[in-house]
């Protein structure tokens, strides 16, 4: 590698920003959660920021009411983002203007290869286009559709963009790929979707991301995003690969592949341990010999116990019940992922969930802002719906089309209405309770992330191979 192309820069001159960038396509699942562990964790270890950015431009796999979900999710396990959290959907100008720049210094051009044909190299667009490429719209027939594309070609054969040096991994060339990467890179997809890399592109660039930690899936993605920054004359963040955890049969753990979710099956407390132990076993096994640490995490776990045990056999039965009621409204589908949820665990989650949604509600409005899910609230209708009576759906057509879809995709419902739920169910003590024993849980659980584990973080400790569950 040259000296003048270095990407690897482990002091970090500048101030260490890091990021965890999730698509909004469905609960966290424990694949997700691990990579957002260690780009906290690093970022802790560095005295960074952390930022959490949603990458929802795929907007068919990306329903708009799954972001606020995902942030509350991210935020039950113990993950905030230092700034206001970037949402790639309302940055559609910066990524058109981008294009634009880029089609009219003549980098970009547009392609209507169809599917089959994109496959073949060279796009036969760029050849037709080479002498004069199409620089407008005008030249192409307005029925046709096309996508824009750019062509990397001379990017991936320098010599510079042969192999980078990963925090992680070390060096990894291109020709370690399984798959032989296609030049013609995507920009905008012809149903107008902006392509995944040029937007994260555009976003790690505006955000100043300083180290791109994420899952060893993205390695070739990798590759085709260096030209970008080449391309832009800006120097790349330094980028860290983590392992993928697999499945028995070496699948990735992901949505399509019905990867469970984390609420479900794991508390905060047990998805950072076991992420831990995955990620950092050395630094596990030297932290639970700590006298200090045991302490914390039994505190941490008779918390838990201590919230666990407020859900009774009966408010257990009466949340069940009320919660099955709602979501027979929901698509068989999704009926059955909002169901998966209600396990004894999902129970402890969703209260720690609206224990703290309560306490940030309070102080919102001690802050008199608008707190943001007030503009949901609707009468009383869903704390009070008795099983078996067939919910109405008059009125349903009345609500924002968020609080609707909000409840279709998520067990969650709508936030007034679970508060309302859960209070009633608990009674007056234990809700109070509740809301004092997640507070103690919440800042115990910071002080793991922030005290215990971020600075014991070492990058040279990750493993290198495919973790199997
Ligand atoms: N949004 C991508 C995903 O959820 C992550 C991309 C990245 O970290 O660059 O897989």
Redesign the pocket.
């Known amino acids: 590698m040259s000296d003048s192309f270095s990407l690897y820069s482990p002091d970090f001159p500048n101030d260490y920003c890091g990021?965890?960038?999730?698509?909004p396509s469905g609960h966290l699942h424990l694949g997700?959660l691990f990579?957002a562990y260690a780009a906290y964790w690093r970022s802790l270890e560095q005295h960074g920021t952390f930022l959490i950015r949603i990458?929802d431009l795929d907007f068919p796999r990306c329903p708009r009411p799954n972001i606020p979900l995902l942030c509350q999710e991210l935020q039950l396990f113990g993950l905030h983002s230092d700034k206001k959290v970037r949402v790639q959907s309302e940055h559609l100008g910066e990524y058109h203007r981008s294009i634009q720049t880029l089609l009219s210094n003549d980098f970009a051009y547009f392609c209507t290869c169809t599917r089959a044909q994109s496959k073949e190299q060279p796009c036969t667009c760029w050849l037709s286009n080479k002498q004069a490429r199409i620089r407008t719209k005008i030249t192409l027939d307005p029925d046709t559709p096309h996508s824009c594309k750019v062509n990397i070609t001379p990017y991936l054969e320098s010599e510079e963009l042969q192999s980078f040096t990963d925090a992680n991994l070390g060096v990894v060339r291109q020709s370690d790929l399984e798959h032989s990467l296609n030049p013609y890179l995507t920009l905008e997809r012809a149903d107008g979707i902006i392509a995944?890399n040029l937007a994260?592109v555009i976003d790690?660039i505006e955000q100043e991301i300083t180290e791109?930690v994420?899952?060893a899936?993205?390695l070739d993605?990798t590759f085709l995003q260096l030209p970008l920054y080449e391309l832009d004359s800006v120097e790349p963040p330094v980028f860290c690969h983590i392992p993928l955890i697999t499945d028995s049969s070496g699948r990735k753990l992901s949505k399509q592949n019905h990867a469970p979710a984390v609420f479900a099956d794991y508390t905060p407390r047990t998805s950072t341990l076991l992420c831990l132990q995955l990620l950092q076993e050395s630094v596990y096994h030297e932290l639970l010999q700590q006298e200090d640490v045991v302490t914390l995490l039994q505190d941490l776990e008779q918390c838990e116990e201590s919230l666990t045990a407020l859900i009774t056999d009966e408010v257990s039965t009466t949340l069940q019940k009320k919660l099955k009621a709602q979501l027979r409204k929901l698509a068989p589908k999704e009926k059955d992922e909002a169901l998966a949820l209600l396990t004894p665990t999902g129970l402890t989650n969703m209260l720690l969930l609206v224990a703290t949604q309560a306490q940030q509600a309070e102080q919102a409005a001690q802050r008199e802002d608008d707190y943001f899910l007030d503009e949901y609230d609707d009468d009383d209708e869903w704390a009070d719906e008795d099983d078996g009576a067939s919910s109405s759906d008059s009125g349903r057509e009345n609500w924002p089309q968020v609080y609707y879809e909000g409840i279709a995709t998520g067990t969650y419902g709508p936030w007034s209405k679970l508060l309302a739920l859960w209070s009633r169910a608990l009674g007056e003590a234990s809700w109070q309770q509740a809301q004092e024993l997640t507070a103690t849980y919440y800042a115990l659980l910071t002080r793991l992330h922030t005290e215990v584990i971020g600075p014991h973080f070492q990058v040279h400790a990750l493993p290198k191979k495919p973790i199997v569950l």
């Open positions: 990021r965890f960038a999730p698509s997700s990579t990458e995944y994260v790690d791109v994420r899952g899936d993205m993605a």
